[in-house]
């Protein structure tokens, strides 16, 4: 079961690295930092600052014992990705799991097809994961991944990596601006 339960608990922010011009990835130690967050594959959590309340779908793995990682884009007027970019290290951000945001989960059809957006990547690189670090899975996935531009592409390297290594996968960028 998840570390995070339906009440809200507060996770220390560990560390900030940022990816890009207006996006970074945070890392939270988990409740328990002797176990992993055991969030289910393509599930996300929800963040809660004042009145601010978003979902974050975590792109670590439950390989990572006692923190998990979320990518942040952020948005002008945005409460809680300004609060996030901002909020010093070792101060804590209540979170939750609710059982209503587990969606389809894995193992995937033998084909599988996402599209996706933006920060949207984060579910697909959570369902990515689970299908091409599986020994023997076979299931073969194209992705359509939509940004601005090539240097808003989020998660560019990995998925790289990934098309590189696993034949199976197939990714195809979408520019909106260029």
């Known amino acids: 079961a998840c570390q995070l339960g339906e009440a809200f608990a507060d996770c220390e922010l560990l560390s900030r690295a940022w990816v890009g011009a207006d ?4 890392r939270f130690a988990t409740p328990d930092a002797s176990k992993p967050l055991n969030l289910s594959t393509c599930a996300c959590i929800l963040a809660g600052h004042g009145d601010h309340v978003r ?14 990682d979320l990518l ?3 948005y002008e007027g945005g409460a809680l990705s300004e609060h996030l970019a901002t909020m010093p290290l070792g101060d ?3 979170f939750k799991h609710i059982p209503f945001n587990v969606k389809t989960q ?3 059809e033998k084909k599988l097809g996402m599209i996706a957006g933006g920060t949207g990547i984060t579910p697909a690189l959570q369902a990515l994961h689970a ?4 020994p023997g899975d076979s299931t073969e996935v194209s992705l359509v991944y939509g940004s601005k531009t090539a240097d808003d592409i989020l998660a560019a390297d990995v998925l790289d990596a990934w098309a590189a290594a696993h034949p199976r996968l197939s990714v195809t960028h979408v520019l909106s601006a260029e």
Not at 23 to 26: A, N, Y
Not at 131 to 134: I, K, Q, R, S, W
Request: aromatic share 16%; proline share 10%; charged share 5%.
């Open 131 to 134: 299908v091409l670090g599986a």
């Open 23 to 26: 996006t970074f990835v945070v």
């Open 92 to 94: 804590g951000l209540a």
């Open 106 to 108: 894995y193992p995937f």
């Open 55 to 68: 979902p974050y779908t975590p792109v670590s793995t439950n390989a990572l014992v006692g923190a998990f």
């Open 72 to 74: 942040v884009r952020v």
